[in-house]
């Protein structure tokens, strides 16, 4: 038992390393409610903060204050008016938002100075700046509705952010702007933190929200968008939930302006923020400008990750072994197809030209990422490739995955239709049966 927990342990560190290398100076912008903090649950948050600071993440984070001001103005009997999902915010409302966020910031980095031993907070050294970093603007008047002291990003202070984390420090914006006349608006986490993430050319822009992500219209966890589907769902007018029509928008407005991922993740979820940062499969939408897929020709250097594609299913019978020397001779037979740079995928084409026949071989994709459709995909691309060879058929040997290839129009046949050449090297103890397709 204590052998397969620590093996479960190196298994899941040797998973992480790669983000761990990855992340290290990389500037990640977090926002987060106010929700949060009246939940008691921004004290496990602040475990999460201090240990991507610790990795040498730059980070900055943006927090709101929504429920936090709406008790203020219930205890001064003032009345909380919205104009199309904006507050409208006169000079004694604008009293009851400062006093709200004070409290809310002055609690936020408190929690974040914690030291307790024998917690994830013991020898935290983590130092929390904050200042006039966002000049605002008024947002003025709407449809005739003056929005008075409601306000929106005009400048980013970019020099003064990178400033202080080049010092280690970590960022905290409250949802407030100040003007050059002096006067202070009340603003949105969702506007300071996307027009920073965008002026900080920010790596990662995280919102932490109700639901735990997108969902398509059968209610199954979109883990992947592009910005040209993030935007058709937008515009097919299905009812999405309040936080997804809120945050949604503000994350393909961030990839568009060049924020390499947008992550939208549930606030419930305990360790949210690094289930979806550290792992593959994440927890919740991950919103990149354009697809993360690369199908491309195998080099040298892919052959250690065509490996440990290949070396389970060999070891399971359902591949014939290959060792590294023949592979990296064979390399250029191969194609792999890479997501977010990590090889999950890959095949290889070896063809008979005066039988006008290809072999496909070596077809694998990575567990974490099948029933996906990526193994049809590269064969789709096999396909295509023994195509512009002139070649007219395509077969393939296979022990166990026989459905998958008749699924695919593959035939069954014997093996006097493979090739003279590969004929000649049928093992016949291994007795694969013989597909074959007509291309």
């Given amino acids: ?6 093996d479960n342990f190196i298994t899941w560190f040797r998973s992480v390393a790669p983000y761990i290398n990855s992340f290290r100076g990389r500037t990640f912008v977090i926002a987060f409610g106010g929700e949060v903090v009246a939940d008691g649950k921004f004290v496990a948050l602040t475990h999460d903060f201090n240990l991507l600071a ?20 219930a205890r ?14 006169d000079i004694e409302s604008m009293q009851c938002v400062k006093e709200a966020v004070g409290r809310v910031r002055v609690e936020i980095e408190a929690l974040l100075s914690m030291g307790l031993a024998n917690s994830p907070m013991e020898n935290a050294d983590i130092r929390v700046a904050g200042g006039n970093f966002i000049t605002a603007q008024p947002i003025g008047v709407i449809n005739g509705v003056d929005l008075m002291h409601t306000g929106c990003v005009r400048k980013v202070d970019v020099a003064a952010i990178k400033d202080r984390m080049d010092f280690g420090e970590v960022l905290l914006l409250s949802p407030l702007g100040y003007s ?3 006067e202070v608006f009340n603003m949105t986490l969702e506007d300071i933190a996307t027009t920073t993430a965008i002026a900080l050319d920010a790596d990662k822009l995280v919102f932490l929200m109700d639901t735990d992500g997108v969902h398509d219209s059968k209610g199954k966890l979109l883990k992947e968008l592009t910005v040209i589907e993030a935007q058709a769902l937008l515009s097919n007018h299905r009812k999405l939930p309040d936080d997804v029509s809120l945050y949604l928008p503000c994350a393909i407005r961030a990839c568009e302006a060049g924020v390499a ?19 593959n499969e994440g927890i919740g939408t991950m919103l990149v ?16 990750g065509i490996l440990s594609l290949l070396r389970p299913l060999e070891a399971e019978g359902i591949l014939v072994r290959r060792n590294r020397e023949l592979l990296e001779r064979e390399i250029d037979r191969f194609v792999v197809l890479e997501h977010d ?3 999950i995928g890959c095949a290889a084409i070896y063809p008979f030209r005066d039988e006008a026949a290809a072999e496909l071989a070596g077809l694998a994709v990575d567990p974490n990422y099948r029933d996906q459709g990526y193994g049809e995909v590269i064969l789709n ?7 512009t060879q002139g070649l007219k058929k395509l077969f393939v040997l296979t022990t166990r995955t026989a459905h998958w290839f008749i699924e695919r129009g593959f035939v069954e046949d014997n093996v006097a239709a493979l090739p003279l050449q590969k004929m000649s090297l049928y093992n016949f103890q291994r007795m694969s049966k013989v597909f074959v397709k007509i291309i």
Avoid: W
């Avoid at 991922?261 to 792992?279: K, P």
């Avoid at 691309?381 to 195509?387: E, L, Q, R």
């Fill in 54 to 73: 610790s990795l040498g993440i730059r980070l900055v984070l943006v927090h709101g204050a929504r429920p936090q001001i709406e008790q203020h103005f």
């Fill in 381 to 387: 691309h096999i396909i295509s490739i023994a195509k």
């Fill in 341 to 343: 740079r990590r090889i």
């Fill in 76 to 89: 001064n009997n003032l009345g909380d008016t919205y104009y199309q999902g904006i507050r409208v915010t």
């Fill in 180 to 182: 050059p006349t002096g």
């Fill in 261 to 279: 991922r947008t992550h939208l993740i549930s606030r419930h979820n305990d360790g949210a923020v690094l289930q979806e940062l550290f792992s």
């Fill in 1 to 6: 038992m204590v052998s397969t927990t620590c």
């Fill in 289 to 304: 400008e354009r697809t993360l897929n690369n199908l491309r020709p195998a080099t040298i250097r892919d052959v250690g």
